[in-house]
Nanobody, 122 residues
Framework: VQLQASGGGLAQPGGSLRLSCAAS????????VAWFRQTSGKEREGISC?????RYEDSVKGRFTVSRDNAKNTMYLQMSSLKPEDTAVYYC???????????????????WGQGTQVTVSS
């Protein structure tokens, strides 16, 4: 199982970025995949989990959208209305479970991609 996140960069407040999570060794259409983010000195925070639907944490609800391209075996995180507090390293993760756990917590996911840095600043 491998995950590779990409697409991070610098965005202005109010702007948009799209992150990608390319998967190999499993099919993203079959298993739950989550997005996390981590800022320096803080624990990695779950922001979404997708199985047949997507659950978003309040901090990103209405601004971030997860999508999936089964042909490319890739998940996407479309981030809009970005805020400086969205600055973080973003990760995708799976535990090869069919359904998302009740809460998107770090300990529920065992396979991680490398992170991609998102910086929101004017």
């Amino acid at each position: 199982v491998q995950l590779q996140a990409s697409g991070g960069g610098l965005a202005q407040p109010g702007g948009s970025l799209r992150l990608s999570c390319a998967a190999s060794g499993f099919n993203v259409r079959d298993y739950a995949v989550a997005w996390f983010r981590q800022t320096s000195g803080k624990e990695r925070e779950g922001i979404s989990c997708t199985d047949t639907t997507t659950r978003y944490e309040d901090s990103v609800k209405g601004r971030f959208t997860v999508s999936r391209d089964n042909a490319k075996n890739t998940m996407y995180l479309q981030m809009s209305s970005l805020k400086p507090e969205d600055t973080a390293v973003y990760y995708c993760a799976t535990d090869l479970q069919l359904r998302c756990p009740p809460t998107t917590l770090l300990g529920h996911f065992g396979s991680w991609g490398q992170g991609t840095q998102v910086t929101v600043s004017s």
